[in-house]
């Protein structure tokens, strides 16, 4: 029976570079993003069978229909990637664009994960993979409050649900990708313009699915990026903010300023 792999967001960025990295290791891909067009035309490209599924996953019905094109198929990983930023002071960015961003990162993440959460109990393996950030690692961001947020509460669920998995025997994984800054579309939908260099997406999708078949429940693709994680543990959290702040005004004023 073929072996199936899911992907949400994959019209661009890392999500497009992990379903060619899952293709090209033999697996069949259902894709799950807003845009048909992009889903088609990467559907076409793969060396493998693809189901493109047009939908937006901010729409619990659409949901369900990403779910009942699972249904009858063997799915063994299944990638919580959609998701978007965005950057400003708080009280100056639109609700509704914040709105559909806890909507996506996480309600959308939160209901997806349960759902296939059970199937993946009910046989006792799968992969599910939830892709937070670096930022999710962190007590707070700045200058982008909400997606910061957003990305704690991804680490937060994917660390706990590991722990009651492990208590209770099961060989199902879960973990979090928590990269840094990675070069996709990402910053034209938050608003901003990295302040220090980013890697790939196809470095870091690599990365990210060699970790998760090893296991690894938090997976950081860079060593610069582990370092700072590491140090931040031995820094008080209003210093930690303080630095955060730092960086996503750097992000924002590059942004606004229209500098490379």
Known sequence: ?????????????????????????????????????????????????????????TDPAQRRRLLEVMDGVNVEVFINNAGFGDCGKFWETSPEKEQRMIDLNVSALHSLTK??????????????????????????????????ATKAYVTSLTLAIHRELKEAGSAVYVGALCPGPVDTGFNAVANVEFALPGISARRCAACAVTQMFRRKVLIVPTLPMKAAIALSRFLPRSALVAISARQQKKKFYRKRAGKP
């Open 1 to 57: 029976m073929e072996r199936y792999a899911v992907v949400t967001g994959a019209s661009n960025g890392i999500g497009m570079e992990l379903a060619r990295i899952l293709s090209a290791r033999g697996y069949a891909l259902i894709l799950a993003a807003r845009r048909r067009d992009r889903l088609e035309a990467l559907a076409r490209e793969l060396p493998t069978p693809a189901i493109p599924v047009a939908a937006d996953l």
């Open 115 to 148: 759902e296939v959460l059970r199937r993946f109990l009910a046989r006792n393996s799968g992969f599910l993979l939830n892709v937070a950030s670096s930022a999710g690692l962190l007590p707070a961001g700045p200058y982008m409050a909400t997606y910061y």
